[in-house]
């Protein structure tokens, strides 16, 4: 069965700073990979999707991530955070639309 | 239309009460599903509607009744909840169930048991 593994549940960055959070899957087929961000209250919205079209994938507000089979990473980055990144991160899995999430990483980011 | 709405935003119900909850997308999605989210967790799948049959149910007690009148809808009933169903119900619509495809969530209804 497939799992996503998010390292950090908690990630404080300053404003302007980079921003990485981290994931790691475990399959033995390739995955379809998401990233998602929650904001207080609210629903998930999609920042990207692994399509494998390409390994470095963009996606909304500045965010960008990689693909590396050998790692079996897809980790989540952005050059500069922002004030109004500060959310819950998930990486997901989809398995047949089952969507496996990881534990979330909470973003703080600090003035 | 590109967003999945969800009616009502807040709901009190009592252990004893019957109600209902509903959701809407008008994008011709033919998958539609049912969350529930704990506080701090990630959402934990309930239900999964495929071209208006039930495909998947995980598991959920027969208190949470899903429906899917038609490709555009989909309603959860509620009866004789315990205070530890209250949470945050997300739905959330894709254009197939099939792997590739990226879930829209809507905004959610925080449901509160007492």
């Known amino acids: 069965a497939q799992s996503v593994t998010q390292l950090g549940s908690h990630v404080s960055v300053s404003e302007g700073a980079l921003v990485l959070l981290r994931c790691n899957y475990s399959?033995?087929?390739?995955?379809?990979l998401f990233w998602y961000v929650q904001y207080p209250n609210q629903g998930l919205q999609l920042l990207l999707k692994?399509?494998?079209?390409?390994?470095l994938v963009k996606g909304i507000n500045g965010f960008e991530a990689e693909f590396k089979k050998s790692e079996t990473s897809f980790h989540l980055t952005k050059p500069s955070a922002h004030m109004s990144d500060a959310a819950e991160y998930f990486c997901?899995?989809?398995?047949?639309?089952?969507?496996?999430f990881g534990q979330g990483t909470e973003l703080s980011v600090k003035p | 239309d590109t967003e999945v709405t969800q009616t009502p935003k807040h709901l009190v119900m009592g252990m004893t009460n019957k109600k209902s909850l509903k959701c809407e997308q008008h994008?011709?999605?033919?998958?539609m599903y049912w969350y529930k989210q704990k506080a701090k967790k990630p959402p934990e799948l309930m239900f999964v509607?495929?071209?208006?049959?039930?495909?998947i149910n995980e598991s959920v007690p027969s208190r949470f009744s899903p429906e899917c009148p038609n490709s555009s809808l989909l309603n959860l009933h509620l009866h004789a909840l315990q205070p530890e169903d209250s949470a945050l119900y997300l739905c959330?619509?894709?254009?197939?169930?099939?792997?590739?495809?990226?879930?829209?969530f809507g905004p959610g209804t925080r449901l509160t048991v007492l």
């Open positions: 509607y495929s071209y208006e049959k039930l495909s």
């Open positions: 692994y399509t494998s079209a390409a390994t």
């Open positions: 959330a619509s894709s254009p197939t169930s099939d792997s590739y495809n990226e879930q829209f």
């Open positions: 994008m011709g999605h033919r998958a």
């Open positions: 997901v899995s989809n398995q047949g639309g089952k969507l496996i």
């Open positions: 399959s033995s087929v390739p995955p379809y």
